[in-house]
């Protein structure tokens, strides 16, 4: 069976500190991707970064990188020099399979302390 | 470039009612998803379509749920009856694969309230 597990229910980080967001996940596909989303409190999902699995760096975009170890089979997003407005939930997501079909998550929730 | 438009942004009905929503994705994405997202929980994929063809209905409660996509554009999911539930945000989503990603663009969703 295909599936995401994110095993932390709620993070804080300090403003201005880095944070580490875990995300595993199963799958027998040779070819996947893995994805991060970020959902505030008004609702909207937004992308924030992606990784494929035959990728040989890591993704990073900005302040967002993603830590990919294949073997371990573990997708963790990082996020450097926190700002308050990063308190959100954040979904890790896999796609796979010929249409690209996308699981998601329970989430994180994470909040920015001042 | 417009984004993924969705209709009506809230909906309060009762129990054994029925409700559509309808979502516009971007222009040019071949992909349409339907997810239903209770709260505290990530986005549950009720029904993929590519085009105007369904690739994935597998969670869809086909008894109660139903959604079409006409012409490969714009797309109607239904409940009939509602049960209560239902009660949850339901998010479209489209995506496109300019780089292989086929990341995904979501709309605003539409919160289902059932009483």
């Known amino acids: 069976a295909q599936k995401i597990t994110q095993t932390q229910p709620g993070m804080f980080v300090q403003e201005k500190e880095a944070v580490t967001l875990d995300c595993t996940y199963d799958t027998s596909d040779p070819s996947y991707g893995l994805f991060w989303y970020k959902q505030p409190s008004s609702g909207e999902m937004i992308f924030l970064i992606y990784q494929g699995s035959y990728d040989q760096q890591n993704a990073t975009e900005g302040r967002y990188s993603l830590n990919f170890q294949k073997a371990r089979k573990s997708a963790n997003l990082v996020i450097s020099a926190s700002q308050l407005g990063d308190s959100a939930m954040y979904f890790c997501a896999m796609k796979r399979g010929g249409y690209q079909k996308v699981t998601f998550g329970t989430g994180t929730k994470l909040q920015v302390i001042p | ?115």
């Open chain 2, 1 to 115: 470039e417009a984004g993924v438009a969705q209709s009506p942004r809230y909906k309060i009905i009762e129990k054994r009612q029925s409700v559509a929503f309808w979502c516009n994705p971007i222009s040019g994405h071949a992909t349409l998803y339907w997810y239903q997202q209770i709260l505290g929980q990530g986005p549950k994929l009720l029904i993929q379509f590519q085009n105007n063809g369904v690739v994935d209905d597998s969670q869809l409660p086909k008894d109660r749920f139903s959604a079409e996509r006409l012409k490969g554009v714009d797309s109607t999911l239904k409940i009939q009856p509602a049960k209560l539930e239902d009660s949850a945000v339901y998010l479209c989503a489209s995506s496109f694969d300019r780089t292989g990603r086929h990341e995904q663009y979501f709309g605003p969703g539409t919160r289902l309230t059932v009483t």
